[in-house]
T-cell receptor, first 116, second 113 residues
């Protein structure tokens, strides 16, 4: 079965500093990978997705992620943190067991805190 | 264009009771998935509905059941509630035959006392 591991349940960065959130996956086949963001009392919003077209994926709000097959990683980065980036971030892998259907396997999440 | 809507937003039940949660998918979507998000955890897949049938199911007991209607809306039913069922229940919709990108609702916060 596929799985996702997010290293660091809490990450703190200063405003303007680099954001790096780590995600490693296990998959026996080329995966679809996703990063979602969840603000308090809200659902999940898609930041970006990897579907094998390009290893560097650009998403919304200045975030990007790089797929590294050799490291089975899909880390999320943003060059300069903003106060509004404070939220919980989830990495997910898509698993297809029935033709044409997908279910997502989520990591346990990383809570990002941005310090003024 | 309305996104995924869920009702109610909050619900309080007692152990042993039954609960029904509702979801309307994003316009144009035909597939609905349900996830359970316990406090401090990532969402866990419950099941997925397409063409009014359950297509895939996660590791949840039979107390969890669902339904999809002809207009693609969906219900999640949980019987014989346990304290451990307290969680945020998220509905996600997608369009079959595409890259299956999921759009999530804001969820229903269920508290079991």
């Amino acid at each position: 079965a596929q799985s996702v591991t997010q290293l660091g349940s809490h990450v703190s960065v200063s405003e303007g500093a680099l954001v790096l959130l780590r995600c490693n996956y296990s998959s026996s086949v080329p995966p679809y990978l996703f990063w979602y963001v969840q603000y308090p009392n809200q659902g999940l919003q898609l930041l970006l997705k990897y579907t094998s077209a390009a290893t560097l994926v650009k998403g919304i709000n200045g975030f990007e992620a790089e797929f590294k097959k050799s490291e089975t990683s899909f880390h999320l980065t943003k060059p300069s943190a903003h106060m509004s980036d404070a939220a919980e971030y989830f990495c997910a892998v898509s698993e297809s067991k029935v033709l044409g259907t997908y279910k997502y396997i989520f990591g346990t999440g990383t809570r990002l805190k941005v310090l003024a | 264009d309305a996104g995924v809507t869920q009702s109610p937003t909050h619900l309080i039940k007692t152990r042993g009771q039954q609960v029904t949660l509702r979801c309307s998918p994003k316009s144009g979507h035909d597939t609905v998935s349900w996830y359970q998000q316990a406090l401090g955890q990532g969402p866990q897949f419950i099941f997925q509905y397409y063409e009014e049938e359950e297509r895939q199911r996660g590791n949840f007991p039979d107390r969890f059941s669902g339904h999809q209607f002809p207009n693609y809306s969906s219900e999640l039913n949980v019987n014989a509630l346990l304290l451990g069922d307290s969680a945020l229940y998220l509905c996600a919709s997608s369009l079959s035959g595409t890259d299956e990108k999921l759009f999530f609702g804001s969820g229903t916060q269920l508290s079991v006392l």
